[in-house]
């Protein structure tokens, strides 16, 4: 089993460009950036992420974007991502970044998303996966702050595919961007929100999200399932869910295993992501093999989460195809 998901053909919808900063390519930056770090080897930083929730997680995640300062330092976290993800056979990824992270410390909007856009040009080329760029909101800075990064990003629209909604969601409802994802939506950008695990007022946040701001996809949503009416309407709408395991089980102790199950059973559109993966130390084949793990997942509804991301992927329909034909060719030839 755990060859045979490492190889098959995937694709991650839900992994923060930011999450990807790996320790050892932390440490070279804040050489090259004289940012002193606090921490005196690789290995004490991993030591470091100690998280318990989402505020205590996003302290750190914050905090380690420090060493990230020209175009370049972008477009090496980008490349190092996309290698790792075409080594563990992803063939396709969608990826959110928070600019408002960056143009606060300072860096330019132009430097980040110039720097990630020449690595998912160059990594397309050489290594043969495909990306799209999801802009993220931070929820936990003002309306006016999203629309006002939302016109930064005008004259590289062509270089985006969506819009979401990350970081601390507590006091910071979906309706709070009402405005701003209504503006995304008329500029012809695909919508996603975070809705993660076991939040505050968390099924009014995923009625909101489906109900006011019509998202495409819910990022995590595990809690809908406590809504036998939230389950109908995501599946009614088709919206896709991006379920994070490895993550979860630093909020809930769990993979959320029989969730996924209960999805599943559900025909919900559930997929598998790695989230921050640097921070959790898993990407993709790690959050999938662990989640057959403790789940006990046979290989029919492995294809299913694999193929349900390449199903709710933003892509056009002949690509979309090629890719769930690339996935039927090998499911054919490996499958039990």
């Not at 053909?9 to 940012?35: I, R």
């Not at 399932?225 to 088709?238: H, R």
């Not at 199903?311 to 039990?336: F, N, P």
Request: aromatic content about 8%; overall charge negative; charged content about 25%.
């Amino acid at each position: 089993m755990q060859s045979f998901i490492k190889n098959m053909p995937k694709a991650e919808l839900h992994v923060h460009l930011e999450g990807t900063l790996e320790p050892e390519l932390s440490f070279a930056l804040a050489k090259k950036n004289s940012v002193e770090l606090p921490y005196k080897t690789p290995e004490e930083l991993v030591a470091a992420y100690d998280f318990h929730d989402l505020p205590s997680f996003l302290s750190i995640y914050y905090a380690g974007m420090d060493v990230l300062i020209d175009e370049d330092d972008f477009y090496q976290l980008t490349y190092a991502y996309l290698t790792k993800a075409r080594s563990q056979e992803t063939l396709y990824s969608e990826l959110f970044f928070d600019p408002q992270a960056h143009t606060t410390r300072g860096i330019s909007f132009d430097t980040v998303i110039v720097g990630i856009h020449k690595a998912q040009v160059d990594a397309e080329q050489a290594l043969g996966i495909k990306s799209q760029l999801i802009m993220c909101f931070l929820r936990d800075m003002s309306a006016e702050s999203a629309m006002q990064h939302l016109d930064l990003a005008k004259p590289y629209l062509g270089w985006l595919v969506g819009v979401g909604l990350d970081s601390d969601e507590r006091h910071n409802p979906p309706i709070k961007f009402i405005k701003v994802f209504s503006e995304a939506k008329k500029m012809g950008l695909k919508l996603t929100m975070h809705c993660d695990v076991n939040q505050q007022n968390t099924l009014i946040h995923i009625e909101q999200c489906i109900s006011d701001i019509q998202i495409d996809r819910i990022d995590h949503g595990i809690n809908s399932l406590e809504s036998e009416v939230l389950c109908e309407l995501i599946k009614d709408k088709k919206i896709g869910l991006t379920v994070c395991p490895i993550s979860n089980r630093f909020v809930v102790q769990s993979l959320t295993s029989d969730e996924i199950h209960r999805m599943l059973n559900k025909d919900m559109l559930v997929t598998i992501n790695s989230d921050d993966p640097a921070y959790f130390r898993a990407y993709l084949n790690e959050n999938l093999i662990e989640l057959q793990n403790e789940g006990k997942f046979d290989q029919n509804q492995i294809v299913t989460l694999v193929s349900n991301a390449f199903k709710i992927a933003w892509l056009d329909d002949a690509t979309q195809d090629s890719y769930l034909q690339k996935l039927q060719r090998y499911v054919s030839q490996h499958c039990e």
